[in-house]
């Protein structure tokens, strides 16, 4: 099993209200994986700078 951190943000509260009218989202499922995506993307975009194809 993996360990999990936990990480707390803030968001407006009308977006909230519109997380809330989705009841049936997972929220956290759907920010971890945005997370991990934007992550890679980062760590590809910060090898080809060093690398100079950037």
């Not at 360990?3 to 803030?10: E, F, N």
Request: glycine share 2%; no cysteine; hydrophobic share 45%.
């Amino acid at each position: 099993m993996v360990k999990m951190a936990t990480v707390t943000l803030s968001i407006p509260d009308d977006l909230k209200k519109k997380m809330d009218a989705l009841p049936h989202m997972k929220w956290s499922e759907v920010l971890r994986e945005f997370i991990i995506r934007r992550v890679k993307q980062l760590k590809k975009f910060e090898e080809m700078v060093a690398r100079g194809e950037l």
